[in-house]
């Protein structure tokens, strides 16, 4: 099979691996900048710009977080000795992009913000966006990054083949083992919130919904899912804040 023939995206993938929760993110490295929009912008949080570094991680140079460029580096170094000819097709469209998630307007930050995720090309070419489909090299490539933690996104509510990003518990890891500068306190609560996306928000609002919501099962936590996990909250005797802490979600049966 061509590295660049389109295939239906796996079942079975991100086995073990979240990815991470935008609350996660801010915790541990702080908002990378005050505002937003769908363009990239540079970082201006100067606890993070000292964190960021440009290196060669193999296939390429890329410019990133340097935790997540060092876990780069061993990745690509296992898809060279494995399957050289996947590491030959491997090419980037870029990791640091100060911006928002595509397709959305308010609160979701991408993860490119930190430096945290990657998009990655086959022989030159960028997986489409949102089909359901998926280049053949990025199917062997995923099982690579999951093994260090990464998630796949094509695991999103909105498929997104080309993107690998950091997951929350190789964050979570890095901040307990003081692998990146620590903001202060302890490890973030897991939480999910305005913002964050991915299969955890979608099976919240499938639990939402099974508890008289009438939301879209995008996987992405908007608005509409705020306030219908307030409504959950308000009914259930619960802090009315729209967050999803422990409470609301043992409440849920999450």
């Known amino acids: 099979m061509s590295l660049t023939e389109r295939v239906k995206v796996p079942t079975g993938i ?24 769908s363009d990239c ?13 440009t290196t060669d991680i193999g296939p390429f140079r890329v410019t990133g977080l340097k935790s997540a460029t060092e876990d780069l580096i061993q990745i690509f170094a296992e898809v060279k000795a494995a399957d050289t000819a996947l590491y030959a097709a491997l090419g980037t469209a ?29 022989n030159g070419i960028l997986d489409p966006r949102g089909d359901g489909l998926v280049l053949a090299g990025l ?29 929350d518990d190789r ?6 083992d003081g692998t990146v500068p620590a903001r202060g306190g302890p490890t973030p609560a897991a939480t999910l919130r305005m913002g964050d996306r991915g299969p955890e928000v979608r099976h919240l609002q499938e639990a939402l919904n099974a508890n008289g919501a009438a939301l879209a099962t995008d996987g992405i ?4 899912t705020e306030n219908a996990v307030v409504a959950f909250q308000h009914k259930h005797g619960l802090s009315t804040d729209g967050v999803v802490g422990p409470a609301t979600a043992a409440a849920l049966g999450l």
């Open 171 to 176: 964050l979570r890891q890095w901040h307990a």
């Open 221 to 224: 936590f908007g608005r509409g």
């Open 41 to 53: 912008q540079p970082v201006s949080n100067q606890s993070l710009q000292k964190m960021i570094v």
């Open 139 to 167: 199917v062997r490539l995923a099982p690579y990054f999951n093994r260090h933690g990464w998630f796949w996104g094509a695991g999103f509510g909105t498929e997104d083949g080309m993107h690998f990003e950091v997951g």
């Open 14 to 37: 991100n086995s073990g691996v979240k990815n991470a929760k935008q609350q996660t993110m801010l915790d541990i490295f702080g908002n990378p900048r005050d505002t937003y929009n």
């Open 94 to 122: 870029g990791m640091l992009c100060a911006r928002l998630v595509r397709g959305t307007t308010t609160g979701a930050i991408s993860n490119h913000a930190w430096g945290t995720a990657i998009d990655i090309k086959i």
